[in-house]
């Protein structure tokens, strides 16, 4: 049902909007959801609601040099659109991917840009949720109102991203630059960069621009695990050569790599000195005997304990090993008029610092949410299976995989959604919301993540703010894409841990 109200508050007239779904979010989550509705429930009414005046989300804000992914596009593309390019790919590829799903499946007329969600009000009187925002090229606010709110707004802030609180940044005299605002005016050429961080990030934008600048030093203060391979899927390229259909070529290359990262997850935790030895080997192997990979390239922690980063064709390597790149593992003491002292006491000079240092954790799109009037703080909640959150009607949340491709789990969680949406009008209701159930209520309450288990900094700055996660499967988001694709389907929507009103 979408209906057109015209509500008369206390001072105003607000015209509000009515949807049976309200998606926040015109990422590769929020167009992947979208489609999954249209698909499996034809007669809901939706709309997708985007700050930003384009979708990618992730792939439409960050435009750095060089910006691609880090995993294979069979497995972080859409299990219903063949992917056809090389595995990994540019923000262009990825953003014209998502544009053909767009325009191949009538999307465009759901979606309504320049709409940022400020606030989202639940109200048991009515079984709804009152969404409100504004256009950010007006600056006129919007109301809707919607019986599910489907929460695709990503895990970070997009405009702005993370920067450590460094001593002395100001004496710089060069300029200061973070990948996720990336300027457009900025001249590289001849320039010596620095770029702080050792993540994907970084690995991706140095070698992209080592050509281009005279000299580009990566600074970071501990190293990160890589994998090195080729940007093509050997068995793509066989069952092209004799002209599968994409189709299955995309279902077929799927799988081929979903089994061989269950394995490889498997090897990191059952022996985790040989993986670390074998991926080190690879780096070595490249820069050579003299080249200090002691200190550069072996983190100290486990493998896996934090996303690895895909280097196709191993170009970052390439980089460093032509001497247009270098690596400095250090840490910073304070910045200074021409660049960073560190803590050795060497200085490094720069004319421009790249501040890959990763994201400011949102897990909400910054959306103040309450329910029946009190604001929802989410620390106080306990998620359920990673989507849903105790005493939080109608809502789904997409969160997707660090050792997999975020995607596989947006398909879950919307299979999950559009279930639920199906059984609640069998059951004639209106409202759902997880509660813990009499057998749960002794269960202990632990942090959203195991720091054992995987610990990027962005989600350990954050970790209060998240919420709980208890010691049962129904209360954990397992990050376990292979666990996940045989249980979702049967989640049980009678269990106790629902509440039907
Ligand atoms: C540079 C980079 C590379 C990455 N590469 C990979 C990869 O290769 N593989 C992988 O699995 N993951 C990767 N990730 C993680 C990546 O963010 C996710 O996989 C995926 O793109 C997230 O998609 P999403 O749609 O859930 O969220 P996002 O891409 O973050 O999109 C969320 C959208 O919601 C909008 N939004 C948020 N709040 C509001 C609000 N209040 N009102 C209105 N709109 C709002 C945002 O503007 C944004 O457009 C990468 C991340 C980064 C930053």
């Given at each position: ?32 959801s979208?489609?999954q ?6 007669d809901?009414s ?34 219903f ?33 320049k ?33 599910f709110?489907?929460?695709?707004q ?65 600074l ?25 259909k ?30 670390k ?15 200090d ?6 983190p100290?922690y486990?493998p ?61 799109g ?8 009190k604001?929802l ?10 989507m849903?959150?105790t ?23 919307a299979d ?6 199906t ?16 057998e ?17 900094g962005?989600?350990?700055r ?7 996660r208890g ?28 509440v039907?009103?």
């Amino acid at each position: 049902m979408n209906v057109m109200t015209a509500v008369r508050a206390a001072s105003d007239t607000t015209t509000v909007e009515h949807f049976d779904v309200l998606i926040v979010g015109a990422g590769i989550s929020g167009i992947g959801s979208a489609y999954q509705l249209t698909k499996q429930l034809p007669d809901r009414s939706f709309v997708i609601l985007e700050s930003q005046d384009g979708f990618g989300g992730t792939w439409l804000t960050h435009r750095y040099p060089g910006i691609r992914s880090d995993s294979d596009l069979h497995t972080f593309g859409y299990s219903f659109k063949p992917w056809v390019g090389p595995p990994i790919a540019t923000s262009d590829e990825i953003k014209s991917y998502m544009g053909d799903v767009i325009a191949e499946n009538d999307l465009a007329r759901h979606i309504r840009y320049k709409h940022r969600i400020e606030r989202a009000s639940w109200s048991s009187e009515t079984n709804l949720w009152t969404i409100e925002g504004v256009r950010t090229d007006s600056g006129e606010p919007v109301t809707f109102t919607a019986n599910f709110l489907w929460m695709c707004q990503g895990y970070y802030r997009h405009s702005e991203g993370y920067t450590p609180d460094w001593k002395d940044v100001d004496k710089f005299k060069g300029r200061i630059v973070h990948p996720q605002l990336w300027p457009e005016d900025i001249d590289l050429k001849d320039k010596t960069v620095v770029v702080i961080g050792s993540g994907a990030t970084a690995a991706t934008l140095i070698p992209s621009i080592a050509d281009t600048c005279a000299h580009v030093t990566m600074l970071q203060r501990s190293p990160t695990y890589f994998r090195i391979g080729r940007n093509a899927i050997e068995l793509a390229e066989t069952l092209r050569q004799l002209q599968v259909k994409e189709e299955w070529v995309h279902e077929i290359v799927r799988r081929k790599i979903l089994f061989e990262q269950d394995a490889f997850t498997k090897r990191c935790l059952a022996e985790p000195e040989q993986v670390k030895k074998e991926l080190i080997g690879q780096i070595s192997a490249i820069l050579g005997p003299d080249y200090d990979v002691a200190t550069h390239f072996t983190p100290s922690y486990r493998p896996w304990r934090q996303r690895i980063a895909f280097v196709p064709d191993a170009d970052l390597f390439l980089g460093i090993k032509s001497g247009k790149a270098s690596v400095v593992t250090d840490e910073i003491d304070r910045f200074t008029e021409n660049g960073i002292l560190l803590k050795s006491g060497q200085e490094l000079a720069a004319d421009i610092i790249v501040t890959a240092t990763g994201f400011n954790l949102s897990m909400l799109g910054d959306i103040a949410l309450s329910v029946d009037g009190k604001p929802l703080d989410f620390a106080d909640t306990v998620t359920y299976r990673g989507m849903m959150f105790t005493g939080v009607p109608n809502m789904a949340w997409v969160f997707g995989y660090f050792r997999a491709s975020w995607t596989l789990r947006t398909d879950l969680v919307a299979d999950f959604v559009c279930r639920l949406l199906t059984h609640m009008k069998t059951k004639g209701v209106n409202k759902v919301v997880p509660q813990l159930r009499a057998e749960d209520h002794n269960m202990p309450l632990l942090s959203w993540i195991d720091p054992d288990n995987f610990n990027p900094g962005y989600m350990m700055r954050n970790m209060h703010l998240l919420p709980k996660r208890g010691d049962k499967p129904e209360w954990q988001h397992s990050q376990d894409y292979w666990t996940e694709k045989d249980e979702f389907p049967n989640i049980d929507l009678d269990d106790a841990a629902f509440v039907y009103g």
